[in-house]
């Protein structure tokens, strides 16, 4: 039987394969800077069915003797997303194949497929690696205790997740994590959200974490953040600063919300910015 065909690049000795868990449902009223009808518009100009469902996407990379994983879908979490596991299945890849998952942050629609059904580890055989403030924000009793009623469920989601790895978690606090890996600190959207930058005979990818939630939207208008992001001024910051770097220097992009395409481009338009996809 043939392999089903999921998006993919080759970096050099990395082959990169987009998985799709599915998408989450949310509303457009959660951006700021920018009026509903007008976020609409947009969607509906780039040809967006549901024009207020988020896609949700998981990286596989294979290459330099290894099966990564980054980031792991919602895994059903409040109804959203769940289909990792099956379309991993489809792509050739068993959960004990996976020996490291690089995590860009802890939000429940990231480490959700981290557990199964039953509560456990999804992974077991995965290595766990995140970023050291990542781990501390969602595990200080402080910062649970100021918590809204909605945020509260997602720190008690990524103690879960962390509880469950413990044993084979590995935190960072610089930019190596694996050999041809570097870690990008992407400031604004959690206290540790990370990209990852694949480089190997001279071609690169920067998976870019939750950059964008709305791609069609927040490309064009990089001064849009959304109710996820935990500082919306720094998140603002930090997507014009990258988009003005990934389209200057044509890095080749992906990301967790960049659409089941799972590739791009960013081209720069006068003051504003455009995605082209990699078909
Ligand atoms: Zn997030
Ligand atoms: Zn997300």
Same mark, same amino acid.
């Given at each position: 039987?043939?392999?089903?065909?999921?998006?993919?690049?080759?970096?050099?000795?990395?082959?990169?394969?987009?998985?799709?868990?599915?998408?989450?449902?949310?509303?457009?009223?959660?951006?700021?800077?920018?009026?509903?009808?007008?976020?609409?518009?947009?969607?509906?100009?780039?040809?967006?069915?549901?024009?207020?469902?988020?896609?949700?996407?998981?990286?596989?990379?294979?290459?330099?003797?290894?099966?990564?994983?980054?980031?792991?879908?919602?895994?059903?979490?409040?109804?959203?997303?769940?289909?990792?596991?099956?379309?991993?299945?489809?792509?050739?890849?068993?959960?004990?194949?996976? !020996?490291?998952?690089? *995590?860009?942050? %802890?939000?429940?629609?990231?480490?959700?497929?981290? $557990?199964? @059904? #039953?509560?456990?580890?999804?992974?077991?055989?995965?290595?766990?690696?995140?970023?050291?403030?990542?781990?501390?924000?969602?595990?200080?009793?402080?910062?649970?205790?100021?918590?809204?009623?909605?945020?509260?469920?997602?720190?008690?989601?990524?103690?879960?997740?962390?509880?469950?790895?413990?044993?084979?978690?590995?935190?960072?606090?610089?930019?190596?994590?694996?050999?041809?890996?570097?870690?990008?600190?992407?400031?604004?959207?959690?206290?540790?959200?990370?990209?990852?930058?694949?480089?190997?005979?001279?071609?690169?990818?920067?998976?870019?974490?939750?950059?964008?939630?709305?791609?069609?939207?927040?490309?064009?208008?990089?001064?849009?953040?959304?109710?996820? !992001?935990?500082?919306? *001024?720094?998140? %603002?910051?930090?997507?014009?600063?990258?988009?003005? $770097?990934? @389209? #200057?220097?044509?890095?080749?992009?992906?990301?967790?919300?960049?659409?089941?395409?799972?590739?791009?481009?960013?081209?720069?338009?006068?003051?504003?910015?455009?995605?082209?996809?990699?078909?």
């Amino acid at each position: 039987m043939n392999k089903m065909k999921f998006p993919g690049q080759q970096i050099g000795e990395f082959s990169i394969t987009a998985i799709s868990d599915g998408y989450l449902f949310a509303s457009l009223d959660l951006l700021s800077n920018i009026d509903p009808m007008e976020a609409s518009k947009l969607q509906q100009d780039a040809g967006a069915n549901d024009p207020s469902s988020i896609h949700i996407n998981c990286y596989l990379a294979r290459g330099k003797g290894r099966t990564i994983l980054i980031d792991a879908g919602a895994g059903g979490f409040k109804q959203w997303g769940g289909k990792l596991k099956a379309n991993l299945a489809l792509a050739g890849v068993q959960p004990s194949d996976i !020996d490291a998952i690089l *995590l860009t942050h %802890a939000h429940p629609d990231h480490v959700g497929g981290l $557990v199964d @059904s #039953s509560g456990e580890a999804a992974f077991p055989d995965a290595e766990l690696v995140v970023h050291q403030h990542e781990v501390s924000f969602w595990e200080d009793d402080g910062n649970l205790s100021r918590a809204s009623e909605r945020a509260r469920g997602n720190f008690l989601f990524a103690r879960k997740v962390f509880d469950k790895y413990r044993e084979k978690m590995r935190t960072f606090t610089d930019n190596e994590v694996l050999p041809g890996i570097s870690a990008m600190p992407l400031l604004g959207h959690t206290a540790g959200h990370s990209g990852y930058r694949l480089e190997s005979d001279e071609r690169s990818l920067l998976i870019w974490g939750d950059i964008v939630h709305f791609p069609q939207i927040q490309i064009a208008r990089p001064d849009v953040s959304i109710a996820f !992001d935990q500082d919306p *001024l720094l998140s %603002a910051a930090t997507r014009s600063k990258l988009l003005d $770097v990934v @389209s #200057s220097d044509k890095i080749l992009i992906a990301g967790m919300h960049l659409g089941e395409l799972g590739f791009a481009h960013v081209e720069r338009i006068g003051k504003t910015y455009k995605i082209s996809y990699e078909i």
